[in-house]
Nanobody, 121 residues
Framework: VQLQASGGGLVQTGGSLRLSCAASGRAVTGYTMAWFRQVTGNEREIVAV????????SYAAFVKGRFTISRDDGQNTVYLQMNSLKPEDTAIYFC???????????????WGRGTQVTVSS
């Protein structure tokens, strides 16, 4: 499967963005999907995970209650709805996939290009 993230941009504190991860080549229903983010100079950190069944989700504590990961099987796309954005959410956001049924960050071995999210104060 190939992944292409989009939807990033510049938004003010408290605003919202929806990131999209369009998959091609294979159906996303066969993968555990995740969003990661990375600030220059820092390690990449996991943000949200969606299980292969498209039902079970998990979130990093710093986004819980603000971000939602979801999937549209017909569009073969995974989304990250980001609300109540904060300046510290500024980062490059990546979508990733794994064949394994796990939320372990190290398991994700299929990556798309990132999309920049900038939150102004």
């Amino acid at each position: 499967v190939q992944l292409q993230a989009s939807g990033g941009g510049l938004v003010q504190t408290g605003g919202s963005l929806r990131l999209s991860c369009a998959a091609s080549g294979r159906a996303v229903t066969g993968y555990t999907m995740a969003w990661f983010r990375q600030v220059t100079g820092n390690e990449r950190e996991i943000v949200a995970v969606l299980s292969q069944n498209g039902v079970t989700t998990s979130y990093a504590a710093f986004v819980k209650g603000r971000f939602t990961i979801s999937r549209d099987d017909g569009q073969n796309t995974v989304y990250l709805q980001m609300n109540s954005l904060k300046p510290e959410d500024t980062a490059i956001y990546f979508c990733a996939a794994t064949h394994l049924n796990t939320a372990s960050p190290r398991a994700f071995d299929i990556w798309g290009r990132g999309t920049q999210v900038t939150v102004s104060s």
